[in-house]
């Protein structure tokens, strides 16, 4: 496990990132998550984290969509995903 990219589902084996991924690709709950990476099919005590990374996407979505037009063509709300990286660094960021 890196700290950069922390298991969140346990018994699964699923990584933020992989969570993250599947939120990104359209899954909207704990139940689309668990079917797209199976993170939270087990014994479902990373259901709160889950449901915060859902939360995290959904008020970053909202944010973009009350955005102007000039500010959403900077992607400034788009997630970074790299490798050994966190996943919603800001682009342009100097905490890289
Ligand atoms: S920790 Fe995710 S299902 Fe058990």
Redesign the pocket.
Known sequence: MTPEDPY?????A?RESEIRTAIAEGADSVARVGGMCE?????????PQ?RELLREHAAKQLARSRAPESLRQISLFDDVVEPGRRTNTPSGSHKR
């Open positions: 969140v589902c346990l018994c699964l699923v993170a939270g099919t087990a014994c479902q005590s990373c259901h889950l």
